[in-house]
């Protein structure tokens, strides 16, 4: 009986020491190391899925859509759940578009993750899905995306610029205020069963992104097809290197229509080459020829050195200064200032600079804002060329004073022009009116006062007959409109040194209407392949200038003035324009 | 030996029992209500990632179909069908246009109009805007 009782005994001392060994691993496993077995369980099912912010639109002034997103999806493919790679392939192609045979290559693999094809469209992912589950195939996974399309194509594409495969911005707006427009990606922990499906229950930390914001530009949309057709047809019929044209509120500083040529299709950005790229409003410099001529005659004036009435004798169109002859394209004696601006006398524009101090005329050509990038939130700005008064040499002063020795940028030349417009205040160009919603840029400043208002109502009056029968740019007028403005005939500098011969860049900045300006327009023409003899801005670049602007008064609804008009043209289709 | 038999007999405690039988049928109703309860778990979130991907999805198709309006009803778009004679533009007479006042200045007979299609009206629209921008 003992001997029984010892063996029960014993019995159930191995089996309390089994269950006991039994319990201290249960124990191990459920409590001690139960985080790191967690660990290794939830690494096995569990992902940070990625929740993509969405790339913010880029709107005109008036909410119209220049840049908006397309949802796609990314294909891609875990190896690792995929048994037959042929049977997936030949179910797949068909919505991939991808051949059979290539796509079960690209399936034969054991990596977790390989991206099988890119912005595939939501129904034809959605469809391959459906098909996988019908076939009961696994394998093949989504993963959200979106492609930026530009609804205007190549219209404002300098300004919009591009972005790249991954979304990132590349060119213009886009990449210039790429952290602004991108916002910040999300992410969400999840655990995914065998199927990849993911189970609710399980869902872990999740953080949702801060989706990019709107940029809403100074450009309205209207004014820049306004700007674009007009160069479209200056473009197919001069056939010039190049065509910029550039629309703003003199009083504000925000750039309306901004365009160049040869432009490109941001939609097919891989397709552009690097010359139709390029932003020549900021990335180019030129020599502005007379058009620079304001910035002399504004700096005499309000230096005190000449006023309305000072007449200045102008050589009869040939003056010996420095071992060289200085031309007029019509010879004259004694002009006055507003003469000399009317009439674009080279000699004249010289003497007044050469009445002043090196320094002084110096100050006021950095006044006007030359040889300093204005800002705009572009890439690709460059500053211009304003050499400092100890490069100078003898002949420098006077070669400023008509537009020579001295490169400028267009986006400068129509800050300088709204000096002269908006009563010498010099503003700083604007592009963005606001960065997402209820967020507003920084109201319009000036960035410094230039010229006294006394100073640029006289230049601007000066202007004025600039565009009249007598002055170099009859062709710029508009209807029902008064006009200031001034033409701008430059040699193209060669690459080794001096001009070329017959080859010009032309242009005309004005403002309208005259008395109180609502807008400034400047536009170039680059080389035009048309003889010398016609290769003016008056004549090249005034008549465009006319038919933007008198377009973009209709459209902004401006009403005509009749009475100022028709003082400014006269007799204007009796008599021959005097060009230069 | 009757008697050695009645006192080895053990009585059948039927409330202990009881007791045990309750806490155990609690606890398997317990734990039977837990898995209830997980599997509703599972199913609603199954429902909610259903949902929530229907909503993507609308969403998505939302996106696309704004996508395509703004593209249709894009300028360059517009012009080209414009070109290809697909619509055609009819210009308004100046008679049928009304045109918004500038809400701030009254005219002289101190009546602050907002819209007119009296040509009169216009015509002191227009004057008082010069005015203005003067």
Redesign the interface.
Known sequence: MRGIQARIAVLCLLLVLIYTVFAWRLINLQVRDHDSFSDIASDKHSIKLPIQAKRGRILDRNGEELAVNIPVRTVTADGTHIKDPAALAAVAAPFLEIPVDELTKKLSTQKPYVVICKRVSEEKAQGMIRAMEGAKLRGLYLEESSIRIYPNASMLCHVLGFVDQSGKGVDGIEKTLDRELSGHDGFRKIEHDRKGREIMVYRGQEQLPEEGADIRLTIDMGLQAIVEKELDATFKELRPAGATAILADPNTGEILALACRPNFDPNKSNDAKPEQMRNRSISDMYEPGSTFKIVVASAALNEGIVDEKTRIYCENGQFSYGGKILKDHHGSGDLSVSEILMKSSNIGSAKMALRMDDNVYYQYVRRFGFGEKTGLPLPGEISGLVNPVHKWDMLTKTRMAMGQSVAVTPVQMVMAMSTVANGGHLMKPRLVLSKGEGSVVRESVPASDAIARKTANFVATALERVVSDQGTAPLARVDGFTVAGKTGTAQKISSHGGYLNDRYIVSFAGFLPAEAPRLMGLVIVDDAPIAGSANYGGLVAAPVFSRIAGNAMRYLDIQPESAAVMAQSGNATTSAPVIR | MNGNRRRTTNTIEVNFLARCMVGVFLLAMAGLFFVYL?NQ??A???Q??GIQAAVR?AE??N??L??RI??M?????L?RKLDEGYIKLEPIRDTAMA?ITPAVPADPDGILRTASRDPESRVGA??S??SI??
């Open positions: 997980k778990q599972h609603v979130g199954d909610i990632r999805e998505v198709d996106e696309s704004k996508a703004t593209t009803t894009s300028r360059g778009y012009q045109r227009g004057a805007q010069r921008s003067r």
